[in-house]
């Protein structure tokens, strides 16, 4: 399933609860997409803070200093925002209208800053039980869950522990 998902450069959200592997899935449709060869950058959003988030994702002048944001690290290629559930909302605004116009202004910036990537998010969380309770906005919710993917613990797919046994036996 994620290999078709990676051949679209659709955005993707992909959801499960804390330890089934996000990341890795995220990782493996970047490597798998025609943005191989472009970047491939993380941000997790739970571990920045609030103050600190826009500064992270769009980057920031000051004069003559230009620190670049991970918009833009992750321009040709992948952006993968994990926890994108604990965005505050005014972040959450400045990322959709990057996601309408393919640009951003850099903190302390006045010029659009073209940006042409893909997003994966992810989450622990129910993203629509979010929107729901005011936490998260519908809008950005709608753009980012073009291409739903949500992964199941182990535990509902016993059948594959042999598999994966085999496969870290070997790679060992």
């Given at each position: 399933h994620a290999r078709k998902i990676a051949q679209h450069s659709s955005w993707v959200l992909i959801s499960g609860e804390p330890g089934v592997g996000k990341r890795t899935f995220a990782r493996y449709i970047h490597d798998q997409?025609?943005?191989r060869a472009g970047p491939f950058?993380?941000?997790a959003v739970g571990s920045i803070s609030q103050e600190n988030s826009a500064l992270?994702?769009?980057?920031q002048e000051d004069g003559e200093?230009?620190?670049?944001?991970r918009l833009e690290q992750a321009n040709g290629g992948t952006l993968c925002i994990g926890d994108i559930a604990d965005m505050?909302?005014?972040t959450q605004a400045r990322l959709l209208g990057v996601l309408q116009t393919n640009s951003c202004v850099r903190v302390g910036g006045s010029e659009n800053v073209e940006v042409d990537l893909r997003i994966i998010a992810t989450t622990h969380r129910d993203l629509e039980e979010e929107v729901t309770a005011?936490?998260?906005?519908?809008?950005?919710f709608y753009h980012l869950n073009v291409v739903p993917l949500h992964i199941l613990p182990l535990r509902?797919?016993?059948e594959d522990v042999?598999?994966?046994?085999?496969?870290?036996?070997d790679y060992l």
């Open positions: 997409s025609p943005r950058v993380e941000i992270e994702l769009f980057g200093t230009i620190r670049y944001g505050d909302l005014q005011g936490r998260f906005r519908d809008d950005l509902e797919h016993a042999h598999d994966l046994l085999n496969f870290y036996v």
